[in-house]
Every structure is written in C-alpha cells, then in structure tokens.
Nanobody
C-alpha cells in the first residue's frame, strides 16, 4: 500500500486547510485509516481516525470540534478538514493506513505517507 498526502501549507490562525491522502496498491487490505502529526521536538500523535465504513471516527481532544476526518472508498482517498487552525496545530501531518479496525496505544497502523507540512502563523 502506498499513501500520498497533499494539501499542506502556510495559513494564518483561524484559517482552514484540507489535507488529502490517496491510497494505491493493495487498497482492499486497508481497514481503519488515520492522520498523525508530529510537531518539532514532540512525539507523533494520532489526531483523527476513521473506520473502514466511515461510520466511526475518533479525534484527539485538542482538535475536537475543529477537525473532520472522512474517506471516499471510490476514490481511495481520505481527507482531513481543518478549521479554526491554531499555531499549536503546526506540524508535519502523516496519513496512515491500518490492516486492523482500530488504533490503540500499542498499534499505530501499518503504512505511512511521506508527510505534509502544516504551518499556522499567529
């Protein structure tokens, strides 16, 4: 499975961005998908995840109410709509695909994209 992200960039605080992640290869094996981010000097964290059918989503407390994760199976694409962006959202955002239905503290998925930089200026 190969994952390619796009949509990152520089935005002012309060602005919006939409990240996309296109999957290719053995996409039929993908179950859950998620977006991680890693800020400079910090550990990578799971920002949002979505189940295979799209009916189940989870968000980090820091982004609840501002970010929305979705996926389009027909296009093999996952999205992250980010609104009301804050400088604290500045990070490299990574697309992730999992062979299992759920992420956990001991399971961070199986496939990674190359990452896309999001920078929020104050």
């Amino acid at each position: 499975v190969q994952l390619v992200e796009s949509g990152g960039g520089l935005v002012q605080a309060g602005g919006s961005l939409r990240l996309s992640c296109v999957a290719s290869g053995r996409t039929f094996s993908i179950n859950a998908m998620g977006w991680y981010r890693q800020a400079l000097g910090k550990q990578r964290e799971l920002v949002a995840s979505i189940t295979s059918g799209g009916g189940g989503t989870n968000y980090a407390d820091s982004v609840k109410g501002r970010f929305t994760i979705s996926r389009d199976h027909a296009k093999n694409t996952m999205y992250l709509q980010m609104n009301s962006l804050e400088p604290e959202d500045t990070a490299v955002y990574y697309c992730n695909a999992a062979l299992y239905p759920f992420y956990s503290s001991v399971y961070a998925g199986d496939y990674w994209g190359q990452g896309t930089q999001v920078t929020v200026s104050s």
